[in-house]
């Protein structure tokens, strides 16, 4: 597999993403990638990101690692459309999780609106740069269900090993909770499989950390190809919340760049080190889907709050 070696101090030319002449050195890659999943895998950095192009071009992932958050390796090609024959389109937002020995990719495809055929997928690897196969010949969850497209799942696994899945679109947040296999969910005490828990404002692009015992719930609001795109979070003691808006900690900045969500979280080498990975749109940019990925620094207050992340180059 071809890999390209991206230096974040590196000149680079931005495919109509350069803005004033000016050269970024954060986003991590001068190509145009968005809703990035970071996860370290045996202490290795990956992200998993979108390929921000039209719909129909939209039909594999790439992946990126790093052992130090500075030099990324590119992986291309990790899912493609031939390994996972019912998709057609828009291969979107990818979900990544080691389960039992093997890597997973849990991935948005198709654009599907009522009664077309599509949704969330699952596929499988045995190394995280893939290849990634399809795991069930079909979507996981193929349908609309509390009026949340199926896209921009978050898999998350709790301290006791109960994997919750969050995920939805059309401003509709739906959870549930992940099979052992990953094949299925398990059914609530009602027979249900999902249950609704959509926060105030929210849009798409659910993320779930725990830190301290807290459930820190986020998600984006906006519209992704507009600068009033941004990240805001909620606090609960309970993954099924309630998901009561805080603020918003994450948005556009005129000095740096606009669009600014869809992010993930990363946990850093320190002991309460976390980072935002997340796509803006530079300075300058008139094509929506001119997307970077960048990282920067979260923190937080001493009553557990989250901090306004700042935005840099």
């Known amino acids: ?59 594999h992932f790439d992946a990126f690692s790093s052992s130090d958050l500075v030099n990324w390796t590119r992986h291309e090609n990790i899912l493609t459309q031939e390994g996972c024959s019912w998709v057609r389109r828009a291969l979107w937002a990818p979900a990544a999780m080691k389960h039992n020995g093997r890597y997973y990719l849990f991935f948005g495809a198709n654009d599907i609106h009522e009664g077309e055929y599509g949704g969330i997928g699952v596929a499988v690897a045995d190394r995280p740069e893939g290849p990634y196969k399809d795991l069930l010949g079909e979507p996981l969850i193929g349908h609309i269900i509390n009026g949340a497209q199926p896209i921009d799942q978050c898999v998350f696994k709790d301290d006791d090993g109960t994997i919750y899945f969050y995920y939805g679109g059309w401003r509709h947040c739906n959870m549930g909770i992940l099979n052992d296999s990953l094949t299925g969910f398990v059914p609530f005490e009602d027979g249900s499989l999902f249950r609704e828990v959509t926060p105030e404002n929210y849009v798409e692009g659910p993320f779930m950390l725990k830190r301290n015992g807290k459930y820190y719930f986020m998600w984006s609001e906006g519209n992704w190809t507009s600068s009033d795109y941004k990240v805001a979070y909620a606090i609960s003691d309970s993954p099924f919340g ?17 669009g600014a969500g869809h992010h993930s979280v990363i946990k850093g080498k320190g002991e309460d080190e976390y980072y935002i990975v997340y796509h803006r749109h530079p300075l300058g940019s008139t094509d929506g889907n001119c997307r970077v990925v960048c990282i920067d620094k979260l923190e937080f207050a001493a009553d557990g709050s989250i901090l306004p992340v700042k935005m840099t180059k």
Request: include cysteine; charged fraction near 20%; charge should be negative.
């Open 1 to 59: 597999m071809k890999k390209f070696v991206i230096l974040l101090a590196a000149a680079a030319l931005f495919m109509g993403c350069r803005s004033n002449g000016t050269v970024f050195h954060n986003p991590i890659s001068e190509l145009w990638y968005a809703d990035p999943e970071a996860v370290v895998y045996d202490g290795q950095y990956w992200i998993f990101p979108t390929w921000s192009q039209p719909y129909d071009d939209q039909l």
């Open 242 to 258: 309630p998901f009561e808006r805080v603020a918003t900690i994450l948005q556009e900045d005129p000095e740096i760049g606009t």
